[in-house]
């Protein structure tokens, strides 16, 4: 009778500690609702260095870690290969994704995404598009962005100057805005424009290549650059032919701010990709609290100049990352 007793009192004891940890474990779960389960949110941008989409990541990253998510950044190769972005997003849509965020390479990738009817969230980066078009495209207004550096050069020189626009990367809707708006601005206040562009033994040649043929083969006074491989590839073949010209440009290069400093480029159009890096991943991930909070989907951009470049708002936009 005695170990009877004992038995019972033993498997009592194994319920009530039982009882203890399930009780323990559903209190856990229920004080920690969140899911365990992070969405999946894929960058897809342009050309091989990734360095050029940090200040963007970093945006989209502070994004995705208050929601929990986890962002992937993949790039492609060359700037223009529209094969191959379309393959990484078909890559990452097998793979899982939750949400695409897209550094369109051409118009043609809205198109392919468009034909596609995914349900998953697609915001295009760094790209401009209607409201009619129903497509979440965040940027700066490149139009006006362009528009604004086209000032700079009309204030800034003579009305008989030279300028070369050094046309690369056309295909990029962004590019595409933002030179037109600089030639709406400097119409009919310049001596002169030039187009440079690749001619037809140049179409694979190294960018820096054809831009330095170009330089030597056509005097101007000022050349204009649309984007950040551009700008660098222009900077680096005026260092190789040990050239100086006024150089006006739209990057967010480290070699462009560095340039700026140095006085090799007289004026930046400088954009908040960090900003639009944190609105893309807002309207990938929170699509109804990103339109409460940001509904006309515009981040900022700034006009700098070496003797402007150290204002307190220049200075954020310039260098985000330092304190």
Not at 18 to 27: E, G, P
Not at 108 to 113: N, S, W
Not at 231 to 244: H, I, V
Not at 290 to 301: N, Q, S, T, V
Request: net charge negative; with cysteine.
């Amino acid at each position: 009778m005695k170990y009877l007793k004992g038995g019972r009192g033993l498997i009592a004891m194994v319920v009530l500690i039982v009882i203890f940890l399930v009780t323990a474990i559903s209190q856990n779960i229920w004080s920690n609702p969140k899911s365990t389960v992070r969405k999946k949110v894929s960058f897809i941008a342009y050309g091989d260095d990734s360095e050029r989409w940090e200040n963007m990541r970093e945006g989209a990253g502070l994004v995705c870690e208050e929601k929990e998510a986890d962002l992937v950044l993949m790039t492609t190769l060359l700037e223009d290969d529209v094969n191959e972005q379309k393959e990484i997003i078909e890559r990452e849509i097998e793979d899982g994704a939750d949400a695409l965020i897209i550094a369109p390479c051409s118009n043609e990738i809205k198109e392919y995404i468009d034909s596609k009817k995914l349900r998953i969230p697609v915001v295009f980066a760094e790209s401009d598009g209607s409201p009619e078009s129903g497509r979440r495209c965040i940027s700066v207004d490149d139009y006006e962005l362009g528009y604004s550096l086209g000032n700079e050069i009309a204030e800034h020189e003579s009305d008989i100057v030279t300028v070369a626009i050094i046309s690369e990367n056309a295909d990029i809707d962004s590019v595409a805005f933002r030179e037109k708006g600089l030639r709406d601005a400097i119409e009919g206040k310049i001596g002169k424009l030039i187009n440079w562009s690749r001619n037809e033994n140049e179409e694979t040649v190294n960018k820096r290549v054809f831009i330095q043929r170009a330089l030597v083969s056509e005097a101007t006074d000022v050349i204009v650059t649309f984007d950040n491989s551009t700008t660098d590839a222009l900077l680096d073949a005026l260092e190789n032919l040990n050239q100086k010209s006024k150089v006006y440009s739209i990057s967010t290069s480290n070699k462009a701010v560095y340039n700026l400093y140095n006085k090799e480029i007289i004026a930046l159009g400088y954009s908040d990709e960090f900003s639009i890096g944190y609105l893309s991943a807002m309207y990938a991930l929170s699509p109804s609290e990103a339109e409460k909070k940001y509904p006309d989907k515009e981040a900022e951009y700034r006009i700098v100049r070496k003797e402007n470049m150290y204002d307190e708002d220049n200075q954020t936009l310039l260098f985000p990352f330092v304190n």
